[in-house]
């Protein structure tokens, strides 16, 4: 035998010098929900280690965050019911509290990088991320309220907008709205191919975002479908997305390959609220080692050709990695 690959294998400094995919904390983006009032942080129950905090708290969670190295917060929304309507009228309320935060986080820390999720869920009474009507989800009837929305969180600060919702042709929608309103350096993180997966539960969960009727099937993709993740980033190129995002991530790896393969753009994974509770189960049952799992997960995600992760996990990555 003159090959033997376990040679290369033999001690920790070896295995360490021909490591192919090392994780950072540079690659991560930190999902964080905030909540209106003063001094409040609530535990997600299906998430354990998850919070939804008031601006205050937050603030104190992301400079915790920032000591550690991670930089980029994707901030989320709990809305509470009154203030949902069909039309998800809150989200450009200028006096709301979403923005607020934005604003305030910016303010305080001008150094990070915030993003925006730019979809109806959150604001809809109906739970959907479109307009619904007459049990349809309107395609161009929504973008003109994402337009405003992608404004309003541009205005309020965001670095990065989220377009989440996977209506048709809303990036240029976004873009051009976004340029009119003189927020030329505002980019896009295109949610590209965002399937409609039951990994999404306990984030609805976070958010009480649920649909009240039917499903998201006719506005986020099969699972079953690869192809259409190609359509799908081809046009948010041509449309202007600035990063191409999969989603969920860890039962799309073949997705995030693939696109990594078709395109020059930055690739963006979302390991989404249903993968983080599923680990976080499994270690409370003593099944699973939950840290290792982790970071062997996060690792596939980057190994299938993410640069940037969307992840429950930053936190304890970066601490762990500390
Ligand atoms: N458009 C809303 C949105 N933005 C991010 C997620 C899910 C994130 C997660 O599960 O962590 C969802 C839920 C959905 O599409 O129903
Ligand atoms: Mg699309």
Redesign the pocket.
């Known amino acids: 035998m003159y090959r033997r690959p376990r040679r290369n294998r033999k001690s920790p400094v070896i295995r360490s010098m021909i490591e192919e995919t090392r994780l950072s904390v540079k690659d991560f983006i930190f ?1 964080i929900f905030v909540i209106e009032g003063n001094n409040k942080k609530e535990e997600v129950s299906s998430m354990p280690g998850i919070y939804r905090h008031s601006i205050d708290l937050l603030l104190k969670e992301i400079e915790e965050c920032m000591n550690l190295g991670i930089k980029a917060f994707d901030i989320f929304p709990a809305y509470p019911e009154d203030k949902k309507d069909k039309y998800a009228s809150e989200s450009y309320n200028p006096e709301t509290f979403y923005l607020q935060a934005i604003h305030q986080v910016k303010s305080a820390f001008p150094e990070a990088c915030i993003m925006t ?1 730019v ?1 109806m ?1 959150p604001y809809s009474s109906d739970g959907h ?1 479109g307009i619904v009507e007459n049990g349809k989800i309107l395609n161009d009837e929504t973008l003109d309220i994402l337009g405003k929305m992608a404004v309003a969180q541009a205005q309020a600060g965001a670095d990065i907008i989220g377009p ?2 996977m209506m048709d042709g809303r990036v240029a929608y976004l873009r051009e709205s976004l340029d009119i309103a003189g927020f030329k350096e505002t980019s896009i993180m295109s949610y590209t191919a965002k399937y409609a997966s039951a ?2 539960n ?3 969960d976070a958010l009480d975002s649920a649909p009240k009727a039917g499903d ?1 099937k006719t506005y ?1 993709m099969d699972p079953a479908n690869l192809n259409e993740a190609l359509i799908e980033a081809e046009l948010d190129e041509l449309e202007g997305a600035d990063f191409l995002m999969v989603k969920p991530a860890l039962a799309y790896l073949d997705v995030i390959k693939l696109l990594k393969e078709n395109s020059q753009l930055p690739i963006a994974a ?1 390991n ?3 993968e983080y509770s599923m680990i976080k189960a499994a270690g409370e049952k003593g099944w699973l080692d939950s840290e290792k799992v982790m970071l062997e997960s996060l690792l596939s995600i980057k190994r299938a050709g993410a640069s940037i992760i969307l992840s429950y996990f930053a936190k304890e990555f970066a601490q762990l990695v500390k």
């Open positions: 999902p999720d979809a869920d991320d989440s919702d990994f999404y306990p984030f609805r998201k986020q979302y989404v609220s249903g």
